[in-house]
């Protein structure tokens, strides 16, 4: 199953990057400047750390995504539960280099891919939703989730960036709408089949969350004062980016392993 998500990870994200790196989005609207984020350039540096802080912060997602690959497993853990754990796993870590290139290079590729990678990110909520919907109507029902529904709705999410070339606030909707389908399919199937550790997980999810959108819309506005002036806005809404990917791991394997027992039980 970990060839299955690599490839399903891996072979969509290199014709993001071979049409990221085409003329297709000239029009997209995204910052190219330095000036775009509070933290100071330090051009003595290599380009990769001119940024230190907002460059070294992506060493977290690579951290996280090892952790869940290869870390803990949830009890009675299927095949098509590991599947939906891995790859959203190696999304995690395969969005560290893109933000950090983008850091480096300032370039319009590897900025459009940050946008662009954010959304199926986000998408994978409401897809292991669906999951867990499944395997709470049964283990007949847990057998029958395949994959392809998952491919569905993740081609929907990429897609959904097409929106950055019709309008200059193109991907601002697209992720707010990623981010409240998100928020609500994680709190139906919390009232669904939640207990109080899942109620946690995801109070502290969503609370990442929207650190992570304030701190970033904050950036420039924060660094007048001495707490941001070196680990920056920018900084820290990386930091609760992470948290809010690590708890939401944590929800969404506590909610599996939970109706995976009561449907065992039954």
Not at 71 to 79: D, I, K, M, N
Request: net charge positive; hydrophobic share 50%.
């Amino acid at each position: 199953m970990r060839v299955a998500a690599f490839l399903h990870v891996t072979v969509p994200g290199l014709l993001c990057v071979a049409l990221a790196n085409t003329n297709l989005f000239d029009r997209v609207q995204v910052d190219l400047d330095s000036d775009h984020y509070a933290e100071q350039r330090v051009e003595s540096f290599p380009a990769v750390l001119a940024m230190p802080w907002n460059s070294v912060v992506n060493l977290l997602y690579v951290a996280v995504g090892l952790y869940w690959l290869s870390g803990p497993r949830a009890t009675g853990e299927t095949h098509q539960s590991r599947y939906l754990r891995e790859v959203f796993a190696l999304m995690t870590v395969c969005y560290a280099p893109v933000q950090w290139a983008r850091l480096a290079t300032l370039r319009r590729a590897p900025a459009v891919l940050d946008q662009w990678f954010t959304l199926p990110i986000f998408a994978w909520v409401p897809v292991w939703s669906g999951y867990i919907d499944a395997a709470a109507r049964g283990p007949a029902a847990a057998a029958a989730w395949r994959v392809r529904s998952a491919l569905a709705l993740e081609l929907c999410s990429v897609l959904s960036y097409g929106l950055a070339l019709a309008h200059a606030l193109g991907f601002d909707a697209a992720l707010g709408c990623h981010v409240a389908l998100a928020v609500y399919t994680g709190a139906r199937v919390q009232l669904a089949h939640g207990d109080g550790l899942s109620r946690r997980y995801l109070l502290l999810a969503v609370t990442s969350c929207a650190g992570f959108v304030v701190l970033k819309l904050l950036d420039h506005r924060l660094a007048q004062y001495w707490l941001f002036r070196r680990l920056t806005g920018h900084f820290w809404s990386k930091v609760c980016d992470v948290l809010q990917i690590h708890f939401s791991f944590r929800f969404l394997t506590t909610l599996t392993q939970r109706v995976h027992g009561k449907t065992t039980t039954d």
